[in-house]
């Protein structure tokens, strides 16, 4: 193949030695408008694991690599005084430089040839470099082939807020990479450190924009810059300077970070490579890992004897999956940092502990693996606070973040997992009956701290389906107090009533006879604060009235005062999921002229009125919480995530004591956009909590023990939900339990099963370590 390469970084010289060692016959010329010795960054870092994949694809360069690698294992934070460190991180690090030299040397030894000093245009793609069967872009960051045709490529660039600058200093951050968070006279600013060499550091400076035009970085040239961040940074540089190489850069040396994703990465005969195609923000350091990747999968399969284009599109499938996986990382990572303010106020430890696990790619239990005594240490001071909290002596031994106290007014929870509401549809008029005695039952008596019930309706007509539970008469109160006086007398789970009206998603059938389809007969009246249908198949509800928002508040205090009666722990205001107190909320559905629609004030309004009149029923020693959707997944045009703040907050001024945080189901799935994945929620958790400094608890896709104590020990959260792993394991958290070998008072093993939980524990340990030795 006769190839051409636009671009002399990483990824393309790289690319031009695989596909030579793929096939010598391959004649491939790389461009680059630069000089050979010419680099704009200082160090790059990456991790064992990518020198191992190096080694792999081609020993003789990445050998010249090693005698040139710093490695270090430690990462040092620090904020307020204080140096945290930890252990077992496994990064490299390599002058840019050094690094583009070496890859230069071993592709001109196998015969690529080099122009540097070239400046390519668009016009020769298809008249100098007419005759090549592919021209691989790997023009970098700002791609002037991607830039060109950013809708054939299908690319979204999103310029991130925050202003950093990349310097270098002759000091040695030799023994750990190092994070240096400072307040200053205008704001927190911060340093991303790390040695490359033995007598040089990368020292990228960022901070948000608002601390970057208090200092007037824009008004300063590139070398007033780098002196004002080495007045910041004195006491960590040892006396020397910070230098700059951004001479290339116009105005302030500052720049903001792009974050590039195609979705199209094949155009004819031009294909796109490492950052041309993607970033990934220097937070993880994965950059050049990403372009080292794209290019040994690309010469992977231009060589495996598919036609070119089949081959592309091969490379494409497999590379836009890491890629995706690697940014969604990156973008946690980034947002953590954009988003500094919520943490600041963190212990140290939880600081660091919060930092270490922002990209959710390190979880509690890796971190246990890089640092065990550093972990253990992060758990007791967990465990210590929390058992404070509720006036107790922590117990001897490990204590995992999820097996710490949590009380709430007067309710103290065992433990900090919580089992999700889930809908079982099984009742009939609304009666509960012996499937939901059993259900409720299993699950108190494995384990978890709070037990949740499914959506309870205070109505006949706020029910979702034929099958939903009701509260709404003395005998639909009986049989719950029964299943409530079993999970008192059986287990030490606190229980909660989760109440609601369906509002316009009502008179539908069963979820697994057609989910939101309205039933073939004997629809009942829908009623909502706007006429709008649910879908197209949906019937229109009737826009309430003020007589109809005094019944359902009405109805509201009824249940609760019933709740009461059942014997309930705890009650949920059910305000999300788009049912009648969430379509209140929401723009999406509420389109009202009066006081109760338009500003997020006046669609708070009802909600507000049923929540106070619910809590001034229920009694002022019991907690209360609310269930909102943090976010309709349709951007400005619905409830936002900073909206979400302002709403949890309300509530909480309303006698709230902590805020269930979902998100959606506002609006059908398809008319919305949602970022799926592990913990999805969470974010939003995170963000009212820290932010709004409100008490929250997360749920959604959270299914391990590794997510809960992260979650935990990071504050992203209060309390965690589980849901559908509850389904399929009622005893979920005595399983986490053994798994953690935790004996301690947060887990309460039904005596009948003690002999099956210590065979659990040894059955698991033995998996464990059979793993850990394949």
Known sequence: MKIVCLGGGPSGVYLAISMKLQNPEHDIEVYERNRADDTFGWGVVFSDQTMENLKANDPVSADNMT????????????????????????????????????????????????????????????????????????????????????????????????????????????????????????????????????????????????????????????????????????????????????????????????????HTWVKDNIVLIGDAAHTAHFSIGSGTKLGFEDAISLAQHLNSGQDVKEALVSYQDERELEALKLQSAARNSMSWFEELDRYLDFDPTQFTYSLLTRSQRVSHENLRLRDRDWL??????FADRAYKAVGKDKPVGRTPPMFTPYKI?????????????????????????????????ARAMGGAGLLF???????????????????????????????VDFVHDNSQTKIAMQLAHAGRKGSTKVGWEGYDMPLDQDNWELIAPSPIAWDE?????????????????????AAANRAEQAGFDMIEMHAGH???????????????????????????????????????????????????????WVGDDGVTPEEAVLISRAFVEAGADIIDVSTGQTLPVHKVNPVFGRMFQTPMADQIRNQGHV?????????????????????????????????????WVIRAAAEQEYHGPAVEVPKQYLTAFTQLETNLKRAAEMALNA
């Open 67 to 262: 005698g040139e690698l710093i490695h270090w294992d430690d990462i040092d934070v620090h904020i307020r005084g204080e140096v945290i460190k930890s252990g077992g991180h496994g990064f490299i690090g390599i002058g840019r430089q050094r690094l583009l030299d070496i890859l230069y040397d071993r592709a001109q030894e196998l015969g690529v040839k080099f122009h540097f000093e070239t400046e390519v245009e668009l016009d020769d793609l298809t008249t100098r470099f007419a005759d090549a069967d592919l021209i691989v872009a790997a023009d970098g960051l700002n791609s002037k082939v991607r830039n060109n045709n950013l809708e054939a490529f299908d690319c979204d660039i999103d310029m991130r807020p925050n202003k950093f600058v990349w310097l270098g200093t002759h000091q040695r951050f030799d023994d750990a990479f190092t994070f240096i968070f400072e307040k200053t006279e205008h704001g927190w600013i911060w340093v991303h450190a790390y040695q490359f060499d033995d007598k040089t550091s990368t020292f990228i400076v960022e901070c948000g924009p608002e601390t970057y035009d208090a200092w007037g970085f824009e008004h300063m040239n590139h070398e007033e810059s780098a002196e004002t961040c080495r007045k910041i940074f004195e006491k960590y540089l040892g006396g020397h300077d910070l230098m700059t190489k951004s001479a290339h850069i116009r105005g302030s040396a500052w720049i903001n970070f792009p974050r590039v994703l195609c």
């Open 376 to 381: 253990e240490g992060v758990e007791k001071w």
């Open 409 to 441: 007014r007067d309710m103290e929870l065992a433990n900090r997992v919580a089992v999700s509401p889930m809908s079982m549809y099984s009742a009939k008029d609304g009666l509960i009956n012996d499937f939901h005695f059993v259900h409720y039952g």
């Open 453 to 483: 019930t499914e959506m309870t309706d205070v109505s006949p007509d706020g029910r979702i389906t034929t099958g939903c539970a009701g509260i709404y008469t003395d005998q639909q109160m009986q049989a719950w107090k029964r299943v």
């Open 537 to 557: 198949v949906n019937q229109t509800p009737r826009e309430m009235t003020r007589e109809d928002m005094d019944r359902v508040r009405n109805d509201f205090v």
């Open 578 to 632: 788009g049912y009648l107190l969430s379509s209140f909320i929401t723009p999406v559905s509420n389109q009202r002229s009066d006081e109760y629609g338009g500003s997020l004030e006046n669609r708070l309004r009802f909600p507000l009125e049923v929540f106070n009149a619910m809590r001034e029923a229920w009694p002022a020693h019991k907690p209360m919480s609310v269930r909102i959707s943090s976010t309709d």
């Open 695 to 731: 008490s929250t608890m997360a749920v959604g896709n959270i299914f391990e023990t590794d997510h809960v104590n992260s979650i935990l020990a990071a504050g992203r959260a209060d309390l965690v939900l589980i849901g559908r792993p509850h389904l399929m394991d009622p005893q």
